[in-house]
């Protein structure tokens, strides 16, 4: 194997991975920041302002306390469970990240191109779908593994809801393949480009049940009964240090990989609205993809003010009625709009 | 305070220093404990000043158990009516039930230790009546251990203002469905609200009478216990 | 494969799967619980099969501790039963007192009572309206309430320079008169509360989350709730008209003109909405004692010692939880021969288990939420 050979399928990945990981890393953080400033605000108070100027440096200061913290185990739990768990949590939704197309490929003056995504894979909307389903195997691990009543009633909670929500998320999603007729994620913004509107339109139902579940799937008020704190306290409970914190770096992990999942399906991702893309290749071949980049963040924070503000203002469900509106209202909303959708791609949209 | 007096051989000091108001005429000087006053001949029985009140309910209970029914003074004009306990529960349900009491809300019940009185306990039933805006109180008289028929059959309410009464007075209630302690630990030993007990318990009064203010671990029998705290203080 | 054998093969199986009853400790730390609490709960699945409420954990001996202290010095601990609607249990403690004595409260003392007394409701209502919404999830409410409910404790802090345990009264009627600019502040408060109450029920009463949440939740016929000897607005939620201030008018309530928010139900919604009117009705009270404030003595004649004669006296007020009860014995003496205290948090408790029996433990929290315990006044 000729060094070449082993650029492309090992150096590059490597190299884009982490070029990748740093922001997303950042990002999740700063979630974090976001969301207490934020939920701050729309509660009357201030939130962390104290470390480093508007408290931006409030994250480094949490994790560095939660590095030092002890890393408790109890006694009747399962210690190699208990100790794995945290892994399966945050690395799915990490792992999603690698399929998200972030915006328009650079392309060289020779005429070579460089998509801004690490791995585009043909089939990348299932491969999230996938992926991400491995996360509950964390939740479900910790509950089971702590050897305590509390996170067990948390797991078994998640275990049920994240099964009620996958399907209808999953049927969402499946609308919006239907109408760009590709799994690929830069396919499907490039059918959005093409169509002229975003399938937020066409797709208004999918968006909805898009929402819903999403607030679900990443256990998020008014559907956060696995964490459940006034009640069950949830599936962590028993865990402490950083273990504990690799389920909150999970969490906004998730919310940020669905922000940017659903900003890609319905919203159009990278494209600029009401800008043409020839004309700013035209200007300057970078420019397109950087400001492609700024506005794809741009409207992934619009997903991520939307889930503070339901979190400061509703109250939540209940396990049963959550469980209901999954199966009994999500699930035939979605089924119906596939329909809609397939009779819209079939007769209008061709 | 002068009143945290340890308790000595004779039990109740508390409760005979503090029926006996001639005897603490000057009102509270914080002295040392030890040389304690000369004790007032006899201790004194609580019995309340006033006048008895009437009010309707109470007229109607003592129209139909006359023989039994007393009333009891009351200085500030509230009904109250002692009753025999052999008859407590069926007096309680006719206060319930009857038309003319209708007494359907109960309100309170607890107890009071009298270690002076002839009946060393007291049980108050403090009644309501929601229809007709009355209220009265039903008293009962009780030996020392002897057990007090149960009102949650009459009104389901009682059962914890009983267990309570059974946790801090040791009043039995005999027939409750469910009499253990509620306030209290598990492994209480005593009843804190009768006179002889001490306010802070054995151990406090244990530290106060140490005169190097060091902590010593007494043994857990109260007997023992009060034993060692005499020979300290004989000691200092 | 004979039957034996069969049998054989699935009885292992059957073992595994069967299923059995979970006993859930929720408690004494638990978020929910507002303190120390602890229900020992039997579930199967989520459903509550039964359920034992376990308390004692803040038991600091009040009452025995009262029979040392003499008569006036009394009077501060009984602060710290209620410690979120503290000036309320003083005014019981204190009434007893007076009503023992025969003492005569000065009209204008008796209407100054009434503005801190009510002002002490609504605070506490606003601390439970803040717990209540945060166990069921709604967050931002707990810090709207925490909001109004400070400038209540700085208006106690200005008149009784304290905040939290105020130690309000003294026997006999109150120690001083409004201070300057109070009156004004606290008028202005109330003109600014209305909208701020509408501002809750706007994140609450409306949402249809909250109804779900709360709509046949919890509960308890009005014939339970008398015969559990309930009180407060957990005995009005349930439809029965009891209110202290009506029913056995102290401290000139008599004089007011308001009315006491009634539910049908008697779950935990209409808990919360009489909770919620509640407030409206202490506004409308304040603002007429402001109003009709009349003048006169501030305190009744009350010698320096206290001995009020041999005997008993019960006074109820209507606290912020519920018919506070002070049963009190004097023999006589300058000190309380015995205090009892019936505590409305304690007796209102009895009532969990039939609410909470049949319904998820999702439920068992926003129970307790409506039933506003505070373990301080439960445990004594």
Redesign the interface.
Known sequence: MDFATIMQYVGWPLIKIVILLIPVFTVVAYMVWFERRLLAFFQSRLGPNRVGPLGLIQPIADGLKLFLKEDLVPLNSRPFLFKIAPIFAFFPAFVGFAIVSWALPWVTPSGKVHPFVVADVDLGILFVLAISSLSIFGIILAGWSSGSKYPLFGSLRSASQMLAYEVPLTLSVVAVVLLAGSFRLSDIVAAQQKMGWYYLFPGILAFGVYLVSAVAETNRVPFDLPEGESEIIGFHTEYSGMRFAWYFVGEYANVTLISVLGTTLFLGGYDIPFVNDATLYAAHPWLASILGVGVFAAKAALFAVFFIWIRATWPRYRYDQLLKIGWVVLLPIALANLVVVALLKLWLLR | MSDEKPPVETPAPPAAEAAAPEAQAKPAAPKPPAPKPAAPAGPKKWEPSGEIAENGAAAALKAKFGDVVTGVKSPCKEATVLVPKARLIEILAFLKEDAACAMDYLSDLTGAHYPNNDKKFEVAYHLYSLTRKESLRVKVQLDDGEPCPTATGVWPGADWMEREAHDLLGIVFEGHPNLKVILLPEDFDGHPLRKEFPLGGAQEEMIRSNKYGKPVYLPEEIEEARKIIEERRHDS | MTAEQQAEKVSPLREIMETRE?E?NLGPQ???THGVYRALVKLDG?RVLGMESI??YL?R?I???A????WTQATPIFDRLDYVGAVLNCHGYVGAVE??L?VEVPKKAQYIRVVLDELQRIASHLVWLGTH????????V???AI?EREAIMDLFEAMLGQRLLPNAYPIGGVRFDFPKGWVEVCRRLLDVLPQRIDEYEG??TG?R??R??TIGVGVISAK?A?????SGPTLRGSG???DVRK??PYSSYEDFDFEIPLGQNGDVFDRYLCRVREMRQSLRIIRQALDGMPEGELRGKVSK?I????????F?IEAAKG?L?F?I?S?????P??V?V?SPS??N??GIETMCKGN????V?AVIGSLDIVLGEV??
Request: proline share 4%.
């Open positions: 979970v859930l638990h978020p929910a989520e308390i004692g038991h001996g009452e025995k501790w029979e040392y202290r003499n009503k023992l025969g919404g945060l166990d069921i999830g709604a967050q931002s707990l810090f709207y909001r994140l609450l949402n989350i909250w779900q949440r339970d008398i015969a559990l000897s309930l029965v008209n009891f029913a056995i010692i001995r009020p004669p041999a005997g008993e006296a019960y109820t018919q009860g049963y014995v023999d006589g003496g300058d000190k021969y015995r009892h019936k304690f007796v408790l009895q998820l433990i999702a439920d929290v445990d004594r």
